[in-house]
């Protein structure tokens, strides 16, 4: 099995994006209107990806598999990463001249060699990795001997035993060595480092770097702040719209508001946000984000966003929106993908503004993806720094659930000073620890919850039991997980001062 220096790959596209029904098409795209009709009728629908033979050519069964209600509903990002990991796969096949109508067990073992294995291949992948694009490979092969295209699947499947003692039936090939995921996360003390130093331009003795020429520190600073004080994931916390955020009335410590269906997994939920991360917002609201905003209208860029949206009222159905050629309508807020809200605007007092919270320095809003590239560059300007801390962003989901369970499973069983009835009782009424954090990550049910952090807290409910430890504070939070959970590697603890 070999796979050539220069493979042919099969092409990635997307559909085109919906327009107004009265938007004109000019002459010169009429070309555009044919190929947006052919993709209609083929039942793909608006800015969604699928793939085409290297040569550009379709094929049919291939395209249907995008069009299929199987795959419709998916989620967005789940949509775009099946894409790419078929992508991958149909062109390995390519390469080996097998068509994929042929493929057989083998060329799946030949595959996983090549992706976890060949010291060919520059770029192997974990077994999770590879778990993924397994999946993918499932769903595209399963669905198309369901239709009858092929007579049976490639991807062989066996009944294995989880940790709980259900079974399941998932991919043969699927790697036994593949974690779900690998929790890392920041306590405290290492989350202020990278934060300050990263991303603010502090040096780690606190004092400000005289050639730091960082861009959008007040932005950048305001949404790690969110995601630290949230848990919520990168789409949903980059795709915030103004009107979703929460206002600091009364004095709850921590703040609740609504996310829609479309950017949270299909499933929209509430998510409670810490007092003074709502506090941070608001202030890069009336100061950068302000001067962005009054830029932008000045040179016009807010006219020539394609497909406009300006949201005219508020509906209980809704938001009431007005298209570029003014035709009004009614969208579902659960409806609003992330594309969607990059459109929407609003009426302000000097003209037309995003109706997303965040923005870049051109005044536009900002894509959610571009926020790896923020943290990218804070990861480098702490190792320029000599601060050991790097973050992503799901790492700050991490460090906000695990903060939670820590802190909730230390209040069950020490700090409340409740009898074991007591507990139980309590238990009854307001669920365990596992599903209070179950409900502020906004998992389906508590036992995702478990699979992912039990890890970390393994053991730490027995130590909870036999020592007397208190958590109050800061500095006491991060003594304690130093105690108790430095030796999985898996927590950032950051300089001790």
């Not at 039942?43 to 299929?68: E, I, K, M, N, T």
């Not at 305001?222 to 795709?239: H, M, Q, V, Y």
């Amino acid at each position: 099995m070999s796979v050539s220096q220069a493979p042919v790959l099969w092409r990635l596209g997307r559909s085109l994006p919906e327009r107004s029904a009265r938007a004109p098409l000019p002459e010169a795209l009429a070309l555009g209107q044919v190929v947006e009709e052919r993709e209609r009728r083929l039942g793909l629908l608006p800015d969604h990806p699928f793939l085409l033979r290297p040569d550009g050519s379709p094929d049919g069964d291939v395209l249907a598999f995008f069009a299929s209600s199987s795959f419709k509903l998916l989620s967005e990002q789940t949509r775009l990463s099946y894409a790419k990991d078929l992508r991958l796969f149909l062109s390995f096949l390519e390469s080996q001249g097998r068509p994929w109508r042929d493929c057989a067990p083998a060329d799946l073992l030949d595959f996983e060699f090549w992706r976890r294995r060949d010291v060919r291949n520059p770029r192997r992948v974990s077994g999770a990795k590879f778990g993924r694009e397994l999946a993918a490979c499932k769903k595209f092969f399963e669905w198309q001997q369901h239709r009858g295209v092929i007579t049976s699947s490639p991807v062989q499947t066996a009944t294995r035993a989880e940790g709980s003692g259900h079974e399941f039936g998932g991919a043969s090939l699927r790697p036994t060595d593949a974690r779900r995921v690998r929790v890392k996360w920041l306590t405290p003390n290492a989350f202020r480092q990278w934060r300050d130093v990263g991303l603010a331009g502090y040096r780690l003795d606190g004092v400000r770097d005289v050639s730091w020429r960082g861009r959008g520190d007040g932005r950048n600073v305001a949404f790690a702040n969110l995601l630290w004080a949230s848990g919520l994931r990168l789409r949903e916390a980059g795709t915030l719209l103004l009107s979703e955020l929460p206002t600091r009335e009364g004095d709850a410590r921590f703040l609740r508001a609504h996310i829609g269906d479309a950017v949270a997994k299909g499933r929209g939920r509430d998510f409670w946000v810490s007092r003074e991360a709502v506090a941070d917002i608001d202030a890069y609201v009336l100061s950068s984000r302000s001067a962005a905003v009054r830029r932008a209208q000045r040179e016009g860029r807010y006219d020539s966003v394609p497909r406009r949206l300006v949201i005219v009222d508020h509906a209980s159905s809704g938001l009431v929106v007005r298209d570029v050629m003014g035709e009004i309508k009614t969208v579902a807020r659960d409806h609003l993908s992330a594309g969607d809200r990059v459109r929407l605007f609003v009426e302000g007092e000097d003209g037309l503004e995003p109706a997303m919270l965040f923005v870049g320095e051109s005044g536009l809003p900002m894509q959610y993806p571009s926020w790896e590239a923020v943290f990218a560059t804070a990861n480098r300007r702490c190792a320029s720094q000599a601060v050991p801390v790097s973050c992503y962003p799901h790492m700050l989901r991490h460090s906000f659930a695990l903060r939670m369970l820590v802190t909730l499973l230390h209040a069950f069983d020490r700090r409340l000073g409740l009898t074991a009835d007591e507990r139980r009782e309590y238990r009854l009424m307001f669920g365990d620890p596992w599903t209070l954090v179950q409900t502020l990550l906004g998992h389906t049910n508590p036992q995702t919850t478990r699979d992912i952090y039990l890890e970390p807290v393994s053991g730490l409910q027995v130590d909870l039991f036999l020592n007397d430890d208190g958590i109050d504070e800061d500095g006491s939070f991060n003594e304690f997980v130093k105690r108790h959970l430095s030796a999985t590697g898996l927590v950032n603890f950051g300089i001790v001062n």
